[in-house]
């Protein structure tokens, strides 16, 4: 039975301070259905968050036909502000994902009317405390009822909330991360740059494996030559070698992340050289070990930055930099986060205020 919306206060055991991510959602939730002998996608509705209710023949459980995304609303100094940090990129990136897995796309006014609405009738579930956020998670799986290898005519897409705290435990602290020729997630013409459920599913028999040696994360090499860089599991990657930022070019293998496009433009910005570029794991271990690897960061909506201060390949350990955040993360860091609480100027008109 559907729960009945309620503060955020109600909650027992609620506490800002340890929320952790994605363990806590919020009582109401967007759904819209799609039927292609309908019309296409039907009347949004807004209600109380419930369960779903699938056939054991859905073809979401079978043939993987799925994609998702995910967003942060913000508190601002404002009381009525809820902030949002370009979503129109997400929902940009939403429906490329949709077009490469052969599901209906969504029109980006109604998602953002719709989504908008949602967070308004929830706003009390923002959370305030620093580095909180209220996570949105918009996602559509396909709901026909058939075994057989075919796009599906019937589409459920549906928004839930979850007010969050950092997604890594340690926090705006450096992260050690291990290096994986042993495995590979995504080659060009595959899904590596679709945000769906099958990506990450790739990814998690290396991502256990790191985290029993006691890595945070694993860093993917081209599935061809097992030397070129892609990206991290949940986060796209950045190196500051000498004075130069560099980071993997957009090639159809890896997620074109919305803050690592804010990454490069802020860089930028900032009087850096910026490079997007072809960069192996062995030109990272050689200027690691003459001393040119001055940062490494992880760039994603979850953790916005995240410094890396140790790289572990083919059983050796390199340090990045001091072992330190570094003074570029740290800067990001901190004007992202700014830009995202209104708590700092916006020189690119990024933020979007759905408070009213």
């Known amino acids: 039975m559907a729960s009945v919306p309620r503060n955020r206060a109600d909650l027992p055991g609620y506490d800002e301070d340890k929320l952790g991510f994605g363990n806590i959602f919020t009582d109401r939730m967007l759904t819209i259905r799609y039927a292609e002998n309908q019309g296409g996608w039907q009347k949004p509705h807004i209600g109380p968050r419930e369960n779903l209710a699938l056939h054991p023949a859905s073809m979401v459980l079978h043939y993987g036909q799925q994609v998702f995304e995910g967003l942060k609303a913000f508190?601002?100094?404002?009381?009525?502000?809820?902030?949002?940090?370009?979503?129109?990129?997400?929902?940009?990136?939403?429906?490329?994902s949709c077009e490469r897995l052969c599901i209906p796309t969504i029109d980006p006014q109604l998602f953002m009317d719709q989504m908008s609405e949602l967070l308004r009738l929830e706003r009390d579930w923002i959370p305030r405390s620093p580095g909180t956020s209220l996570y949105i998670r918009p996602t559509v799986i396909a709901t026909d009822e058939h075994l057989g290898v075919r796009p599906s005519h019937t589409y459920l897409f549906y928004i839930i909330l979850s007010p969050v705290g950092a997604y890594y435990p340690e926090g705006f602290e450096p992260v050690k991360i291990m290096?994986?020729?042993?495995?590979?997630?995504?080659?060009?013409?595959?899904?590596?740059?679709?945000?769906t459920g099958a990506n990450y599913a790739a990814s998690l028999k290396a991502a256990e494996d790191a985290h029993a040696l006691g890595f945070t994360q694993v860093?993917?090499?081209?599935?061809?030559?097992?030397?070129?860089?892609?990206?991290?599991?949940?986060?796209?990657?950045?190196?500051?070698?000498d004075d130069e930022i560099v980071?993997?070019?957009?090639?159809?293998?890896?997620?074109?992340?919305?803050?690592?496009?804010?990454?490069?433009?802020?860089?930028?910005?900032?009087?850096?050289?910026?490079?997007?570029?072809a960069i192996t794991i062995e030109e990272v271990i050689e200027a690691a070990?003459?001393?040119?690897?001055?940062?490494?960061?992880?760039?994603?909506t979850a953790?916005?930055?995240?410094?890396?201060?140790?790289?572990?390949?083919?059983?050796?350990?390199?340090?990045?930099?001091?072992?330190?955040?570094?003074?570029?993360?740290?800067?990001l860091f901190d004007r992202i986060t700014g830009m995202q609480t209104g708590t700092k100027p916006d020189p690119f008109g990024w933020v979007v205020n759905v408070g009213r």
Request: net charge neutral; with cysteine; glycine share 12%.
């Open 179 to 195: 290096v994986t020729d042993a495995y590979v997630r995504a080659c060009r013409g595959g899904l590596g740059e679709a945000k």
């Open 75 to 96: 508190a601002g100094p404002d009381e009525r502000d809820i902030l949002l940090f370009r979503p129109d990129m997400n929902i940009a990136r939403f429906n490329r």
């Open 303 to 331: 953790a916005v930055i995240s410094p890396v201060s140790h790289l572990h390949y083919q059983g050796k350990e390199y340090v990045v930099g001091e072992g330190k955040t570094g003074p570029v993360a740290a800067e």
């Open 219 to 241: 860093l993917w090499l081209n599935a061809v030559d097992r030397s070129t860089i892609e990206e991290v599991g949940t986060m796209n990657i950045f190196f500051r070698i």
């Open 247 to 277: 980071t993997p070019a957009l090639e159809g293998t890896i997620l074109p992340g919305v803050t690592r496009d804010s990454v490069i433009k802020l860089a930028k910005e900032m009087g850096m050289k910026v490079a997007e570029r």
């Open 289 to 300: 070990g003459a001393g040119r690897l001055k940062e490494m960061f992880g760039s994603g």
